[in-house]
Structures are given as structure tokens and as C-alpha cells.
């Protein structure tokens, strides 16, 4: 298996997985994609859990490469936590947070960590990873990473613009992880990293973006898993309705579904953030500068895998007869928590709140699965309030909150990270 750059010209090399995911972006500055869709092996099985139904769906995507006989150490390793449905009569959810942070990343970053342990004492080489964050993925990196050898990173994230809880992720670390907190904004975060790349005196850095193909590859696997498990259980197909912001977890769903994954259909949901909902309208693509809302992860205006759909769906009557994609607001992501709990008992986050709601608005289907994207605790502050009660903190999100906290101040200049 070979991956390819999204921006292709005719005759520019191919890759081998462990290429693309050292390197993470293509030379010419694309995404890395596999050169031909593979299909699901038939020696897949649910019969040994949810890692080892992971790992064989992932094989295809390792063929030939110098990865291939450490992947299911690699899988069982990284998809070390449950994946469970919460099952409400067909219309499920998928609960894709039992990981060290609660929220999917923790997937991608685990098996990007653990891949490039692997390949990094192959080669005896040492890298450091340089994340800025403006909350979510540098917790997700930060505990992907921690212990592992032959990695090092360094988490940058702005001074006083990231909440309680989610600075707790960022700074309880020791060992091979560092925190800096910067003097400045998010965007300083980013252009220091930029200009740490960019000098040429610094060697051995790298990033653990979302856009790295060892990052979206989990994201594919636990489609292909939680899509069996729900046709081996209700006969059906179901629609997947995955609340969305880079759209690296929904392409992940796209690269199940043209494995022949068992999926009828996939849904978007955005929050206010609207620009591929706007192109399903309006015919024409533009990205947008981002909004604020209260799913904040998905604060996205330009987001970074929309050149994996159009890979696969080229032209607009293509992409629009496969992609469909709503708005929700805050308002509505509000009113569908409270309506979720009030019902039931249920109680989601703010961004699975958007799929719940595209779901009851959009989707008529009987057989459906909202992806739930995070815990709700970790969005006590909008929750609690719409619920009347406190959430519950997990043992996954309790065990990293109570490390101690480790970071530095520093003035915006990359100079201070070295
Ligand atoms: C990152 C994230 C999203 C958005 O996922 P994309 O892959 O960027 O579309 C949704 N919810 C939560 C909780 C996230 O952390």
C-alpha cells in the first residue's frame, strides 16, 4: 500500500505508511491519501474485541510496510480502553471517550505515539514534537506521548485563555513532556512553532497534527468496528451522524464506508461553523475565519481535511450526493442537552449535543448512531447548569486532573523553548 499527496501532480512520488506518518504532510504541502481504497479483510472478526477488530482494519493500510509485523502490538497498546454503544432502541450512541483525556483524539494520538516509538528505535533516532494548543489536542498529545522513547514534546498553549480543566491536561506531565504557558495569544502559539520549523539550526522537530495519517487511520478503525457490531446486533445498516470541525474523524467514517464498512449514510454536524454546509448550498467553496461557540473543538472555519473529501468526491454532484452536513447553534446545542437529560437521563457535551440534535432534526431513519466525541465532564461549566446537577468525572479524566502541575512562562519568541 501506497499513500499519495492530495495534490498530486502526475509522476510526483508515492509513500509508504511509515513515510506518511513520519512526515505527516506531503512535500508538496498536500495530505497524505492512500493511492487506491483497500477493502476490509475477510478474516475480520468482532469475535476478539474491539483492539483486535481495529487491527484488521488497519492491515490493508500497512501492507508491505516496515510497520506490518508491530501493528497489533501497536493496536493493543493504543486502543487499550473500551469503545461502548450507549444503546437507546436503534438511535445509539457511540461513546468514543474511555480514553486517558476523553475525547476521541486520544485514538489517533495514541497510535501516532506508539508508531512512532517504534519507528524511531528502528532508525535510533529521537524526535521532539512541538504542539500548539488552544486546548483539546495538546492534552491528547501530551498523555499520548508521556513515557514514550525516543519522543520528547513540547506543549505551547496561551496564558490565561485555556479553562481550569483543560490546563490540567496540558501541564500535569513530567519526564518527556514540557508545558509553556506563552505570554500571548493562540496565534503566537502557533507562529512560534512555525518559526521553530523554519530555523535552520533546530533539527529533529515534528508535529502530532490531526491532518498526520497515523492519526486518521484509528479514526477509520473504530468506524469499521462500531459499524459491524451495530449491523451484527440490529440487522440494519446504520446512518453515522458525527459532529465535525477539522472533519478528520467523519473522513475517517468516509475511508470506513468505501472499505465496505457497514454504513448506510454519514451526516455532519457543525456548530456555527458552516462552511461545508454553505458549500452543499451554494455550490462553491470557501473557507471562513472561525467563530466562537460552546463546541469549542469545533471551532473550525477552514478545515484542514476538507482536501481528503474532495479527493474522494471530486466533483460537486459527487460530494453532495455523499456528504450531507447541518448547523446547529448554541441555542439548539443548549436546549438538546437539557432535552437529552430531561428524557432520559443521558448526559452529553456540547459537541455531541450538535449530532443529537442533527439527528432528531434531520435524519429519519430508524437505525442511527450519534459519535459521541467527548465526556461530558469535560464541559462541566455548560452542562452542570443546563442539567441542574453536577457531572460525575470519570476514572480516565479523575486520574489526570490530580497530577501536579508543571509549566512555564514564556514571551512569545520560540527561542524560549530550547
Ligand atoms: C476535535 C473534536 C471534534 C471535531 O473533530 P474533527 O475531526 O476536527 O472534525 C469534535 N468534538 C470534540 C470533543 C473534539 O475534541
Known amino acids: 500500500?501506497?499513500?499519495?499527496?492530495?495534490?498530486?501532480?502526475?509522476?510526483?512520488?508515492?509513500?509508504?505508511?511509515?513515510?506518511?506518518?513520519?512526515?505527516?504532510?506531503?512535500?508538496?504541502?498536500?495530505?497524505?491519501?492512500?493511492?487506491?481504497?483497500?477493502?476490509i479483510p475477510g478474516s475480520f472478526t468482532?469475535?476478539?474485541?474491539?483492539?483486535?477488530?481495529?487491527?484488521?482494519?488497519?492491515?490493508?493500510?500497512?501492507?508491505g510496510d516496515e510497520l506490518a509485523d508491530d501493528l497489533e502490538e501497536i493496536c493493543r497498546n493504543a486502543f487499550s480502553f473500551p469503545v461502548p454503544f450507549h444503546e437507546d432502541g436503534g438511535k445509539d450512541t457511540l461513546e468514543l471517550y474511555f480514553g486517558p483525556t476523553a475525547a476521541f483524539k486520544d485514538f489517533g494520538a495514541r497510535f501516532l505515539a506508539f508508531s512512532m516509538e517504534k519507528l524511531l528505535s528502528k532508525r535510533g533516532e529521537d524526535l521532539t514534537i512541538l504542539v500548539a494548543t488552544s486546548g483539546d489536542t495538546g492534552g491528547a498529545v501530551a498523555s499520548a506521548f508521556h513515557g514514550r522513547e525516543h519522543l520528547s514534546v513540547k506543549v505551547l498553549f496561551p496564558k490565561g485563555r485555556v479553562a481550569e480543566r483543560q490546563r490540567m491536561q496540558l501541564t500535569g506531565w513530567d519526564g518527556n513532556v514540557s508545558s509553556y504557558e506563552v505570554e500571548g495569544?493562540?496565534?503566537?502559539?502557533?507562529r512560534m512553532v512555525k518559526e521553530a520549523f523554519m530555523d535552520p539550526e533546530l533539527?529533529?522537530?515534528s508535529s502530532a497534527n490531526s491532518i498526520n495519517l497515523g492519526r486518521l487511520l484509528p479514526q477509520m478503525a473504530y468506524y469499521v468496528y462500531a459499524s459491524s457490531l451495530y449491523e451484527a446486533k440490529h440487522g440494519e445498516k446504520a446512518v453515522f451522524v458525527i459532529p465535525s470541525g477539522n472533519v478528520g474523524n467523519a473522513t475517517g467514517a468516509y475511508w470506513a464506508k468505501a472499505m465496505g464498512a457497514p454504513i448506510s449514510r454519514i451526516v455532519l454536524a457543525c456548530n456555527a461553523n458552516?462552511?461545508?454546509?454553505?458549500?452543499?448550498?451554494?455550490?462553491?467553496?470557501?473557507?471562513?475565519?472561525?467563530?466562537?461557540t460552546l463546541a469549542n473543538a469545533m471551532d473550525v472555519g477552514a478545515p484542514s481535511n476538507i482536501e481528503?473529501?474532495?479527493?474522494?468526491?471530486?466533483?460537486?454532484?459527487?460530494?453532495?450526493?455523499?456528504?450531507s452536513a447541518y448547523s446547529v447553534s448554541d441555542d439548539e446545542i443548549r436546549r438538546t442537552i437539557k432535552e437529552v437529560y430531561d428524557e432520559s437521563g443521558y448526559v452529553i457535551c456540547p459537541h455531541t449535543a450538535c449530532g443529537e440534535r442533527v439527528?432528531?432534526?434531520?435524519?429519519?431513519?430508524?437505525?442511527?448512531?450519534?459519535?459521541?466525541?467527548?465526556?461530558?465532564?469535560?464541559?462541566?461549566?455548560?452542562?452542570e447548569p443546563l442539567i441542574g446537577r453536577t457531572v460525575a468525572i470519570p476514572q480516565n479524566l479523575y486520574e489526570i486532573m490530580h497530577r501536579t502541575p508543571r509549566a512555564k512562562e514564556i514571551a512569545p519568541d520560540y527561542r524560549s523553548l530550547f
Open 1 to 39: 500500500m501506497r499513500y499519495i499527496s492530495t495534490r498530486r501532480k502526475e509522476g510526483e512520488a508515492a509513500f509508504s505508511a511509515s513515510e506518511a506518518i513520519l512526515k505527516g504532510l506531503a512535500p508538496d504541502g498536500g495530505l497524505f491519501i492512500p493511492e487506491s481504497m483497500p477493502s
Open 46 to 63: 468482532l469475535a476478539k474485541g474491539a483492539w483486535y477488530a481495529m487491527y484488521q482494519a488497519m492491515l490493508p493500510y500497512f501492507e
Open 185 to 190: 495569544s493562540f496565534d503566537d502559539c502557533q
Open 203 to 205: 533539527h529533529g522537530l
Open 274 to 292: 458552516r462552511p461545508i454546509v454553505d458549500y452543499l448550498e451554494v455550490g462553491e467553496y470557501e473557507p471562513r475565519a472561525s467563530v466562537q
Open 308 to 323: 481528503r473529501l474532495f479527493a474522494l468526491f471530486p466533483d460537486f454532484e459527487s460530494f453532495k450526493s455523499n456528504v
Open 359 to 383: 439527528r432528531r432534526d434531520h435524519v429519519a431513519e430508524a437505525h442511527s448512531v450519534v459519535v459521541s466525541t467527548a465526556h461530558p465532564a469535560k464541559f462541566n461549566d455548560i452542562v
